[in-house]
């Protein structure tokens, strides 16, 4: 089970922490990521980390968002600064362990305002 917190209401230019911390080990998860959903728009990815920690950010976010892992504290985490309004939406985080053991938190609101 994952728990995703820290999102909120900042000004465009601002930075959020978003925390997701898993009821497992995430050290056994092959891939975490985060991942958004904006109004009228299709779930997208915001960023990912392997096991090995190695990172994968879309364009939209690259240079302003960090993705990283606590496996000791089984938390993942997001750091998002820059904040544009278009980064606003529900923020996903997940793990997969593998193609049957795949889970989803529940999703922290982020608003960013111009």
């Known amino acids: 089970q994952l728990q995703a917190s820290g999102g909120g209401l900042v000004q465009a230019g601002g930075s959020l922490r978003l925390s997701c911390t898993a009821s497992?080990?995430?050290?056994?998860?092959?891939?975490m990521g985060w991942y958004r959903q904006s109004p009228g728009k299709q779930r997208e990815l915001v960023a990912i980390?392997?096991?090995?920690?190695?990172?994968t950010y879309p364009d939209s976010v690259r240079g302003r968002f960090t993705i990283a892992r606590d496996n000791a504290k089984n938390t993942m985490y997001l750091q998002m600064n820059s904040l544009k309004p278009e980064d606003t939406g529900v923020y996903y985080c997940r793990a997969l362990y593998s193609l049957d053991i795949d889970y989803w938190g529940q999703g922290t609101q982020v608003t960013v305002s111009s």
């Open positions: 980390i392997s096991r090995g920690g190695s990172t």
């Open positions: 497992g080990k995430i050290s056994n998860a092959s891939t």
